[in-house]
């Protein structure tokens, strides 16, 4: 899906959105699994998916191809070659992080986003995936949901 066809896609009214940078090949795997948190909160944020994920806002929707854009180029010390976008109602005040602990390639994480909160992703070819588990979807979000299935 195009970027500019994802911008009727935000419901800023009812939810708050998220987004996290990862590397090549991960924005899948996070929708499939959900995005795990590493916990160790450096930042001394007072919700620990600050740690690891930035704000969307309106303006930044509005002009959603040059953010987009200029996020998956800063390359300054790591793979960031895909955006995952979260999503959850207003009423969760981003309280979206459950308790899990869990290790992989070499990493321990604290707590798991689960994939219920997970929109979708952009890729390297600046397509929006969608994620088929998202809860807090638009009308428009989930008739591309029918659409892409046809």
């Known amino acids: 899906m195009e970027l500019v066809e ?8 009812e939810n708050d959105y998220l987004y996290h940078v990862t590397g090549r090949g991960l924005g899948e ?7 795990l948190v590493e916990g160790t909160n450096i930042l001394n944020a007072s919700n620990i998916i600050e740690t690891t994920t930035l704000p969307i806002t309106k303006e930044i929707v509005d002009n959603i191809e040059n ?4 996020e998956l180029k800063n390359k300054s010390f790591r793979d960031s070659s895909e955006m995952v976008i979260l999503g959850s109602p207003k009423e969760y005040k981003k309280q979206i992080v459950d308790k899990v602990r869990t290790s992989k390639e070499n990493m321990d994480f604290q707590g798991r986003v689960s994939d219920r909160y997970v929109m979708g992703y ?9 994620n088929e588990n998202f809860e807090y979807g638009t009308d428009e979000f989930y008739d591309s949901l029918t659409y892409k299935t046809m």
């Open 122 to 130: 952009i890729n390297q070819g600046l397509e929006f995936v969608p």
């Open 6 to 13: 994802l911008k009727e896609m935000f419901d800023f009214e």
């Open 67 to 70: 953010f987009v854009v200029g």
């Open 29 to 35: 795997r996070i929708m499939e699994e959900g995005l």
